[in-house]
């Protein structure tokens, strides 16, 4: 809103004989004055005339200056009309608004650049009925319009028009390119009506809606109009100002931090510290000795053009610096150089670990295609079987026979995917995942990578991470693996990864289809002997401070300690139960007490404590009690089965803890018998009038699994015929109600276990014959096997003909 007319027109006369702020008695003379039906007509091209209102002009068509020329001299008065388009510099009739304000010349100055000023003071509002004339100018007829005014005693009016006084003058207070004194004019304006016209000519509107204003007959919606325009530039107006007054905030405070921060900056280079460009030149510095790819390299660019924009006070740029630092703190393309020497790896592999030979096998295979081709996707092996049998130390040895770097990660109880992917690095504490902190690590980008415990994953609110690790174990995924704080892909096809699971039922399908199993058998004792006197002594006398030869246990004493203190397929107890024995010959020797080196039974059962009782075989006695072998999580052990008839009415009742798989078996087992008796040689009329109880002992100890089917069996018919079980027999197997046996698996871990406990006959199925071949031989040295495929051949191999 431009409200400076009346310095304008002290400027040009102070003498003027015109009144610009009208009285109403002074609008009731204009209104009043004479005028000719036929009158010139003015076309203004940015501005538009309000009755009463005087405003100046700048004439400069040859046109308007004749007219006004003209019309100055003779007093006449003329016409005010707006063009349609200001553009136009010669406009045609029908490019003139028709409706316009008749007007009186004031004053005509012709100023020093040769331009024409004309002061005009509009009189009241006309119509264009026809343009009589175009040349010289336009003359036109006209009819005058009156404003359809509102009573006097109109309260709504007059509420109007002391709003558009207030607003108006309120704009003028706020607006600092409106002269103070144009608040005084608005204050001594009385005639409601010239208030109306005077604020309506002088607000920030456009020539079309100005017009609007002036083609509105009716003066009170004239003046609601007018008081909508004046309170959104209002609004306008303190927007402006509150935009204006946070601008000049925030540049007041950039400034102060600016003086701030170059005086921090001089402070820290008196002091030997570093600035931010010192920083930001550092990171560039590094990148020039990165050999990234073209697209890593771009990011990197935009990320630290981002980092010299920032404030260093800001908290963004801690962690924006952080982000780069993670960036040039990866390998990349930094590989480790393999040693392809596949005797060395061989003989490497052999010092650390005793035996495993399908995985040492598997570790040369990858090698010697390395070899060959100079270049592949590493496999992702996943190591399974019972805990303490050196699948996490194995990775260890691998990556020294490789030559390569060596990281591992524990997966052991991990709910949260963020620590696989990572997160957001907008978020506070933003940290990478651990895969990749595991590679910056390394420092090389084809580490050897254990992942240890998969199958110990669990799923939370937070994400789950099994699936978070699909595309880390997939080869064709892995290339481009993304990592939330990173935000881009970073190759992992160099990585050799090794997991190791105790439990690959626990590792969801479409993850164990991503990874080679490699199954890491238990141990037998011989083995854990070797181990034991390789291995685990001489560790643990360098770990407490003995030189060799200060412990010396033999073959037999090594064996009495797995017997009677140890009780896995591992060797982790063992080392355990070694490692107090040293200690006890440790604490004698600082003690200065004299002690025998090489140790005996009666020393180790002073120091161990007595031997605990091992599953050994027990002599079948009595009918009903059969040998079966069972699988666990930490390697095979050997379980019984009893049974025994009590008078009833044929029902089965079972105890020891069993799961729902074994009372199915045991359901199958009695049904088959019942189905069978003829067969089996047992009286239909027994079988009604007795109940069958079947225990498995350890009742604390939860049991569940097919493998006791064919045991459940024998133990029942045994109950049955008073037949009782041949000596040093055990079995493992599942069976149907047709009789038929079927295979079991962890074959190698119960074998292992009919050893330990003096087992010399084990009865399979037929097809487990060729779980047996895959079996080293000396692991079967002293076992007879007995393959069969129905349940009368388990029934005649393995209880004795004669009753009791």
């Known amino acids: 809103m431009i409200i400076d007319n009346l310095s304008l027109q002290e400027n040009i006369n102070e003498d003027s004989e015109f009144i610009p702020l009208l009285t109403p008695e002074e609008e009731d003379h204009l209104l009043n004055t004479e005028t000719p039906d036929e009158i010139p007509i003015l076309p203004l091209r940015n501005t538009v005339l309000f009755p009463g209102v005087v405003i100046p002009i700048s004439a400069g068509r040859d046109k308007s200056l004749k007219l006004l020329r003209e019309a100055y001299k003779k007093n006449q008065i003329i016409g005010v009309t707006t063009q349609k388009d200001p553009s136009i510099e010669e406009p045609e009739t029908s490019e003139i608004n028709i409706i316009g304000t008749v007007a009186k010349i004031h004053k005509m100055i012709k100023l020093p650049d040769d331009n024409t000023t004309v ?3 509009g009189l009241r509002r006309f119509e264009i009925e026809e343009f009589t004339a175009t040349d010289p100018y336009f003359k ?9 005014r509102p009573p006097k005693k109109d309260k709504e009016y007059q509420a109007i028009h002391d709003s558009i006084k207030e607003v108006a003058i309120e704009i003028v207070k706020k607006n600092p390119n409106i002269p103070s004194e144009a608040s005084f004019a608005i204050k001594n304006i009385e005639s409601p009506s010239f208030l109306v016209n005077y604020v309506a000519s002088n607000m920030d ?39 204006q007054s946070k601008t000049r905030t925030e540049m007041d405070q950039q400034q102060r931090e600016y003086y701030l921060n170059q005086q921090l900056r001089t402070i820290q280079e008196e002091l030997g510290g570093v600035s931010q460009e010192q920083e930001v030149d550092e990171l560039v510095q590094r990148s020039k000795d990165k050999k990234w790819s073209k697209e890593v390299g771009e990011h990197f660019e935009k990320e630290i053009k981002r980092l010299k924009r920032l404030n260093p006070q800001m908290p963004e740029f801690s962690i924006q610096r952080n982000y780069l630092e993670f960036m040039l703190d990866l390998p990349w393309d930094k590989v480790s150089k393999d040693k392809l020497d596949l005797k060395r790896a061989e003989k490497i592999l052999n010092k650390d670990h005793y035996g495993l030979e399908k995985v040492k096998e598997r570790v040369l295979e990858y090698l010697a295609v390395l070899k060959l081709k100079g270049d592949m996707k590493s496999p992702i092996i996943c190591l399974y079987g019972p805990p303490g049998v050196g699948k996490t130390s194995l990775g260890k040895s691998i990556a020294s026979a490789l030559n390569r ?3 591992r990660m524990s997966l052991g109880g991990l709910h949260d995917e963020s620590e696989i992917r990572g997160h957001r690095k907008t978020y506070i504490g933003a940290m990478p995942g651990r895969i990749l902190q595991s590679i910056k690590k390394a420092g ?34 892995n290339t481009e693996f993304y990592d939330n704080y990173l935000e881009m892909g970073y190759d992992l096809s160099n990585v050799l ?22 199954q890491v058998n238990g141990y037998t004792v011989e083995e854990k002997v070797q181990i034991a006197k390789k291995y685990l002594l001489p560790k643990q006398l360098e770990a407490h401070g003995l030189k060799k030869g200060d412990v010396v246990l033999g073959n037999k004493e090594l064996e009495f300690v797995i017997d009677g203190y140890t009780r896995e397929s591992g060797v982790r107890t063992l080392e355990k139960r070694i490692a107090k024995i040293v200690r006890n010959v440790a604490k004698n020797t600082a003690m200065e007490i004299e002690v025998e080196p090489k140790l005996k039974k009666a020393d180790l059962e002073e120091i161990l404590g007595p031997p605990r009782e091992s599953s050994k075989y027990e002599n079948n006695d009595v ?86 089917g064919i045991t459940m069996l024998t133990s029942i018919v045994s109950s049955f015929t008073r037949r009782k079980v041949k000596a040093n027999v055990a079995m493992s197997g599942e069976i149907t109600l047709r009789g038929k046996v079927l ?23 037929d097809d487990n014959r060729k779980d047996v071949l895959e079996i080293e031989q000396h692991y079967l040295k002293g076992v007879t096997f007995h393959y069969v495929k129905t349940m009368e051949e388990v029934l005649d191999i393995a209880l004795l003909k004669t009753t009791v």
């Open 497 to 518: 990864f090794i997991a190791t699971a105790n439990d690959i039922s626990n590792i969801p399908a479409p993850l164990r289809d991503r990874m080679e199993m490699v």
């Open 623 to 708: 009918p009903g009690v059969v040998t079966g072998l069972a699988w666990t999580s930490v390697g095979g052990d050997i379980l019984f089965i009893e049974s025994i008839l009590s008078k009833g009415k044929g029902n089965l009742s079972m105890t020891g803890n069993l799961g729902k798989v074994m009372k199915e078996s045991a359901q199958i087992a009695l049904e088959y018998v019942k189905a069978n008796h003829e067969k089996l040689d047992i009286s239909l009329k027994l079988i009604e009038e007795s109940n069958v109880h079947v225990h498995v002992p350890e009742g604390a100890v939860p049991k569940d699994g097919p493998s006791a």
């Open 119 to 121: 002061i005009l003071q």
């Open 140 to 148: 036109a007829k006209i009819k005058l319009i009156d404003d359809a």
């Open 743 to 765: 295979p079991v698996g962890g074959i190698k871990e119960k074998i292992l276990a009919a050893k330990r406990a003096g087992i010399k006959h084990i009865i399979l199925c």
């Open 444 to 477: 090389s980008s084809n580490p050897v990578f254990v992942l240890d415990e998969i199958d110990k994953l669990s799923r939370s609110a937070h994400g789950d991470p099994t699936s978070a690790m699909l595309e880390v174990l997939d080869p064709e995924q």
């Open 205 to 243: 509107l456009s020539n079309e809606e100005k017009q609007k204003l002036l083609a509105e007959s009716d003066l009170k919606a004239r003046a609601t109009a007018t008081l909508k325009h004046l309170n959104m530039e209002l609004q306008k107006l303190q927007l402006r100002m509150d935009i």
């Open 405 to 407: 770097n060596y990281q």
